[in-house]
Structures are given as C-alpha cells and as structure tokens.
T-cell receptor
Framework: AQKVTQAQTEISVVEKEDVTLDCVYE???????LFWYKQPPSGELVFLIR??????QNEISGRYSWNFQKSTSSFNFTITASQVVDSAVYFC??????????????FGAGTRLAVHP | SQTIHQWPATLVQPVGSPLSLECTVE??????LYWYRQAAGRGLQLLFY??????ISSEVPQNLSASRPQDRQFILSSKKLLLSDSGFYLC?????????????FGNGTRLTVT
C-alpha cells in the first residue's frame, strides 16, 4: 500500500534558524513521484517541488533544499535561515496511478511550521 | 496563464440541506480535475477525480457526488449534508494525459455543517 508519513505534527523555530521537515513514504512501485506543497494561512496549496524516483540528486532553490534518499524512503525538506513568511503547513505527497494519465496524490498529514521573530 | 476559481469561499449549511460547490479552470484544455477534502488539522483526502467530461472516479464512498458538465468545470454536490461533511474542500487541476504533472489548487471552500 502507498503511504506518506510526516511524523512531525508541529515545529516551532525562531527566525534565521534552519529547520528540516521529514517525509517518509511507502510504495512497491519502482517508478513514482514525490511532491512538496506549502499551505499558508490563506488556505491554498502551493506547489514547491516534484521529484521522480530515478533522480536522487539533492535540489536547492534559494533557501529551500530537498534531500531524497531511496535507501531510507525519505524525501526531507530543509529551510535555511527561516523567515516568518515560511510559517505554513507543509505537505509531502506521493504520486500513484500516474500511468493512467492523471495524478492521484497521496498526502501526508502535514507539518505545521511556526517561525517566530 | 492558467487560473483556477473556486466558490464560495465559505459556507455554513444546516444538516440535511443540499450542497453545490463549483470549480472552473481557465487557460488550459482537457485538464484533469480533482476534489480533495481537508478535515480540521488533518491531511488531504482525495474524493473525486475526472479525466474528461462526464468521467468521474470516486475514491471514497460517501454522501457526496461530483459532476463535470463542461471541460473546465467541476462540481461537488450533496443532496443532504451530514455533520461529518464539514471541512475544507479544495479543487485542483493538472495537465491532462500527463500523470506526473503537479496539481494546482484553488483557494478552497470552508464548509461548516450545523
């Protein structure tokens, strides 16, 4: 069965601290995709990154970086020098059924990040 | 550019009343469309998805139904709301025919059933 686990329910940091959000996934498929989304207080989900199962290179985008390790089935997200605007709920998601031309995302429960000034 | 509109933003309905939430997408053709529900403090649950007009797949048996009367219109309905239908409903679209295309979400509808 496919599953995404985000064990950290809430994280609280002070501005400028680095923070890592954990994501562990389960799937028997050899080809799959992983995603991260941000949900600010306004409610909409904002797409951050997509990674396929064959690309284990870490990715960096500004203060954001992602560490994908198939050996541990993890796709962790690090925010460097956090800012108050980073406060949001972050969701990790696994794509299943994409061979049918649609994208069924299985979401984790989310991690609420609070960055305090 | 593509945009997704979802309305209403908030809704308070009594138990037993009907429901209709609407979602439209602009700037793309033949999108895949999705309805997700987010219960308070929890993750997102896929309710329905559609790969074309009139084609609806249901993920979870429930009190809700979905319809896609036009290519870029997706409607979530209920004949009689239950208290358990309360939640945050999100519509999303992805590029049709490409299974790994990211989902792009609307602003959501917060539904409270009283």
């Amino acid at each position: 069965a496919q599953k995404v686990t985000q064990a950290q329910t809430e994280i609280s940091v002070v501005e400028k601290e680095d923070v890592t959000l954990d994501c562990v996934y389960e799937t028997r498929d050899t080809t799959y995709y992983l995603f991260w989304y941000k949900q600010p207080p306004s409610g909409e989900l904002v797409f951050l990154i997509r990674r396929n199962s064959f690309d284990e290179q870490n990715e960096i985008s500004g203060r954001y970086s992602w560490n994908f390790q198939k050996s541990t089935s993890s796709f962790n997200f690090t925010i460097t020098a956090s800012q108050v605007v980073d406060s949001a709920v972050y969701f990790c998601a696994l794509s299943v059924g994409f061979s049918g031309g649609y994208n069924k995302l299985i979401f984790g429960a989310g991690t609420r990040l609070a960055v305090h000034p | 550019s593509q945009t997704i509109h979802q309305w209403p933003a908030t809704l308070v309905q009594p138990v037993g009343s009907p429901l209709s939430l609407e979602c439209t997408v602009e700037g793309t053709s033949n999108p895949n469309l999705y309805w997700y529900r987010q219960a308070a403090g929890r993750g997102l649950q896929l309710l329905f998805y559609s790969v074309g007009i009139g084609q609806i797949s249901s993920e979870v048996p429930q009190n809700l139904s979905a319809s896609r009367p036009q290519d870029r219109q997706f409607i979530l309905s209920s004949k009689k709301l239950l208290l358990s239908d309360s939640g945050f409903y999100l519509c999303a679209w992805s590029v049709g025919g490409i299974g790994n295309s990211p989902l792009h979400f609307g602003n959501g509808t917060r539904l409270t059933v009283t």
